[in-house]
């Protein structure tokens, strides 16, 4: 399949640019295993589901990834921590005038914070702080919302571009797992009075979830790597589930990724599992854990629009879109959601 062929035409006015007042509160379009689409709202939700169902979740939390500074020379710097790799180490994308080499120091936070460049790995720097670094991100860095957004990380952010089910343990995402953006405590009540199980799993996002596809096969794109684990209480819940004739529902593609990343990890048999996964979904794809998908809108060509298609099609999945665009839904990270049934 080619690039071109998961390509649409969003007006800028329907990328949500901030987040509604309640988290609950957004539009969701359901697309059945028919390809036939409903108006609904994320609150009918309970309504959608079936009791006996299992709602999985990524329990990860979005860390304060993005730092800006100066280089010895003066020149601006931008961080961005992709990955903490032990106390006082970490990968990270550095944009500046010039690559900084080897020995560089960067001097972030109005030089409250300080960071040797030790070498690159592809496209990432290896730095080298001079303080703990999860600590200092807290205390310095900024939410790295998307670039789309088309503007500065505010307060606002700081609570809304985290799930209400975070685990601090687990400070490590770069990007929020943004269907479960939606649950609040109201919708999860009601969920659970509704007899919907939920089940955690983790999937730490990187920024290359922004990164475009480059190459018209879509076949030959290679995917980022990111960290997930599938503990085996979640397993269970699955197995319980199925065996009682409920649906599973992954929140989000991470979710998805993560599940069927375990799978795959085990001959298509869901087990307990903990790694690293670069697995690329696309239309052909024959899905070994999930039966339905709750997700946001994606960006045109993105890898989470192809493996929204490998659910449910990409013809259905397009005509979804196309309606959504003339209902004038809300996009991308802080819009609107859809509910999607695995195509029969």
Known sequence: MQLSDFSYNLPDELIARYPLAKRSASRLLHLNAQGQTKDCTIAQLPELLQAGDLLVLNDTRVIKARLHGKRASGGAVEVLVERITG??????????????????TLYLADSQLEAQVEGRQNNLYALRFNQPVLPALEQFGALP??????????ETDDERYQTVFNNPDKAASVAAPT?????????????????????????????????????????????????G???????????????????????????????????????GELKAWSGETDIFIY??????????????????????????????????????????????????????????????
Do not use: C
């Not at 990270?92 to 020995?103: I, R, T, Y």
């Not at 009075?193 to 730490?204: C, N, R, S």
């Not at 480059?214 to 790597?225: F, G, K, L, P, Q």
């Not at 979640?234 to 599940?259: H, Q, S």
């Open 145 to 154: 919302i998307p670039p789309y957004f088309n503007r500065a990380a505010d």
């Open 179 to 227: 269907a479960s953006l939606h649950f609040d405590d109201e919708l999860l009540t009601a969920l659970a009075q509704k007899g919907i199980d939920k089940a955690f799993v983790t999937l730490h996002v990187g920024a290359g979830t922004f990164q475009p596809v480059r190459t018209d096969n879509i076949a030959e794109h290679v995917m980022h790597s990111e960290w």
């Open 87 to 104: 106390t006082d180490t970490a990968l990270a994308h550095v944009k500046a005038s010039n690559s900084p080499k080897a020995g560089a």
């Open 229 to 267: 684990e599938v503990p085996q209480a979640t397993v269970e819940l699955v197995e319980k589930t199925k065996a009682n004739g409920g649906k599973i529902i992954a929140v989000g593609t991470t979710a998805t990724r993560a599940l069927e990343s375990a799978a795959k990890a085990n001959n």
């Open 283 to 344: 239309p052909g794809y024959r899905f070994k854990v999930i039966d339905r998908l709750l997700t946001n809108f994606h960006l045109p060509e993105s890898t989470l629009l192809m493996l929204v298609s490998a659910l449910a099609g990409r013809e259905p999945v397009l005509q979804a879109y196309a309606h959504a665009i003339q209902e004038k839904y809300r996009f991308f990270s802080y819009g609107d959601a859809m509910l999607i049934d695995r195509k029969i």
